[in-house]
């Protein structure tokens, strides 16, 4: 079983930069394909990078070039650096793992790929 607790949320200005990190407990962690999501107000959970256990990484095209996915083995730590971060990045930022062949496949990045999910953190940008 795989626990995740996510943190460095906050509120920012367009254009600054956020890190978050997640923190997993769990046997299953290492051999999972590991991502971050996020949900706005009245939208769906979309998927927004992913990384597997060889460091590959895959990002949607609405993030590509400001967010970047990586992980800390080490520490069992899964981050996401977020520059340039625009208004319309607001939304509740989780991480989560797969073990489904072909989850770290993407764009598009399939929700229902992941199995194991953290509570969230809240990240604001205003204009």
């Known amino acids: 079983q795989v626990q995740l607790v996510e943190s460095g949320g906050g509120s920012v200005q367009a254009g600054g930069s956020l890190r978050l990190s997640c923190a997993a407990s769990?046997?299953?962690?290492?051999?999972?394909?590991k991502g971050w999501f996020r949900q706005a107000p009245g939208k769906e959970r979309e998927g927004v990078a992913t990384?597997?256990?060889?460091?590959?990484?895959r990002a949607a095209d609405s993030v590509k070039g400001r967010f970047t996915i990586s992980q800390d083995n080490a520490k069992n730590t899964l981050y996401l650096q977020m520059d340039s971060l625009k208004p319309e990045d607001t939304a509740m930022y989780y991480c989560?793992?797969?073990?489904?062949?072909?989850?770290?496949?993407?764009?598009?990045?399939?929700?229902?790929?992941?199995?194991?999910w953290g509570q969230g953190t809240q990240v604001t940008v205003s204009s």
């Open positions: 769990g046997y299953a962690y290492r051999r999972a394909c």
């Open positions: 989560a793992t797969s073990g489904v062949s072909g989850a770290c496949l993407g764009p598009p990045i399939r929700t229902t790929y992941f199995g194991a």
């Open positions: 990384i597997d256990t060889a460091g590959n990484t």
